[in-house]
């Protein structure tokens, strides 16, 4: 089955200070791999994604998320965290099974409280 | 970059009646589009799939007469929640992929979400 997993409901980090938020998958074949961001009461935000290529993928607003086949994660991470960054993050998964035109499938999503 | 625009952001309607949800992709043509609800502190759970000129496939347990959805253009969703109850209040979420029909390399972009209350 495909799935994705958030293992953290929260991540904590003070302003300045790296941080990382963890993801890992589970699909068949190839992953299509996403990070969006939401603010509250907001629809999502794309943030980066990997299809294929260099294993660490740059993306929007300093995010960068690092693909690693053999423990099957996509970590997202921040050389230095902002209080803006405060928000909920997915980590998703595009199905790419025939019958499921591509929907995503996305983790529990991981609140990152980033404090100044 | 492509954006997807949600109308209405917020709506308060009383049980029993129906209310309807627009999902616009502003500058970019969709033949697939994704309706999704979430509820508080939660994941987004994927209730269907709108394909351009046909009938949406929904996902298991949602039911497609109280939730309908018509995607009549490239450009626009519906998704009209019919005889409204309380359970139903959450938060409704469209998507949509700028990429060609089943372009899986393309990300999804989303709407602003629409609150629904049912009082």
Known sequence: AQSVAQ??????VAEGNPLTVKCTYSVSGNPYLFWYVQYPNRGLQFLLKYITGDNLVKGSYGF??????????????????????????????????????GKLIFGQGTTLQVKP | GAVVSQHPSWVICKSGTSVKIECRSLDFQA???????QFPKQSLMLMATSNEGSKATYEQGVEKDKFLINH?????????VTSAHP???????CSA???????????LHFGNGTRLTVT
């Open chain 2, 72 to 80: 009549a253009s490239l450009t626009l969703s519906t998704l009209t």
């Open chain 2, 87 to 93: 359970e139903d209040s959450s938060f409704y979420i």
């Open chain 2, 97 to 107: 992929s700028a990429g060609q029909a089943g372009g899986y390399n393309s990300p």
């Open chain 1, 64 to 101: 960068e998320a690092e693909f690693n086949k053999s423990q099957t994660s996509f970590h997202l991470k921040k050389p230095s965290a902002l209080v803006s960054d405060s928000a909920l993050y997915f980590c998703a998964v595009r199905d790419m099974r025939a019958s499921n035109t």
């Open chain 2, 31 to 37: 033949t697939t589009m994704f309706w999704y609800r």
């Open chain 1, 7 to 12: 293992p953290e409901d929260q991540v904590n």
